[in-house]
């Protein structure tokens, strides 16, 4: 009687890294992709993590954020057309300001046990200004608009450069002194509280932060999804290598 062989199982040294992605969340309506809530996420965030070897992860809001990171070995807090509650920060609205409560208090939670799980975490836009808000720091709430940090042409064309702090993680990942990046974004960080600066637009805008300590928590301001930049590559393959 011949006897079916089962596969052998991968070693757990090859095993994809799972990395969450946090989602959008719209109200649905008439001529919408669904006329009932829904949450979305663009494509090529979850492509360029799949392209760096992990597997990507999306998450909704109504979760137990500790026990999911438990169960995840990294982190993406992604951007959209949304900013993070000033609230948060001591501040005020300004008129141009549209927080999302229900997507910052999720993300935050999320951000809060990947940090106290030794998780890396990468946070985009305005992933990287949860980051500063959760490092006690502070966001200028609406950019001069000659500063043209939305830049006029296609988010899958750079919209500018960007200058790399020496001696940073950032810097040791990208291997490289400035980047191409895209821009997309009409709030930026003002104070980065108890992160460090790691990377400044020619305005002097500031386009990257990170934690000091041994783990992975860096947050650019510009899109390496569209890995427009051979640094956008390495920064995805840096955490999913951190997320073995």
């Excluded at 979760?63 to 169960?71: G, P, Q, S, T, Y």
Aim: net charge negative; proline share 10%.
């Amino acid at each position: 009687m011949m006897r079916r062989m089962t596969p052998p199982r991968p070693s757990p040294s090859h095993r994809a890294p799972l990395i969450g992605l946090t989602l959008d969340h719209e109200p649905g309506g008439p001529g919408q992709f669904s006329r009932y809530p829904f949450h979305a996420l663009r494509e090529n965030y979850l492509s360029a993590v799949s392209d760096a070897g992990g597997m990507a992860v999306c998450l909704g809001y109504d979760c137990d954020a500790e026990a999911l990171m438990a169960r995840l070995d990294g982190l993406i807090v992604t951007g959209d057309a949304f900013d993070v509650d000033p609230a948060l920060y001591g501040e005020s609205p300004h008129p141009l300001t549209s927080p999302r409560p229900a997507r910052t208090a999720a993300e935050l939670a999320l951000l809060r046990a990947a940090l106290a799980q030794g998780k890396p975490v990468l946070g985009i836009c305005g992933g990287m200004q949860l980051l500063a808000v959760h490092a006690g720091g502070t966001l200028i709430q609406h950019l001069p608009e000659e500063l043209q940090h939305e830049q006029p042409n296609p988010r899958h064309e750079p919209g500018h450069a960007i200058d790399i702090v020496p001696g940073t993680k950032l810097a040791q990942i990208v291997g490289t002194e400035r980047m191409s990046v895209n821009s997309s974004h009409h709030q930026a960080v003002r104070d980065p509280g108890r992160a460090k600066i790691c990377a400044y637009a020619p305005d002097d805008t500031i386009e990257a932060i990170e934690l000091d300590g041994p783990g992975f928590a860096i947050g650019v301001q510009w899109h390496p999804e569209f890995s427009l930049d051979p640094g956008d590559r390495r920064l995805y393959a840096a955490l999913v290598e951190t997320a073995r």
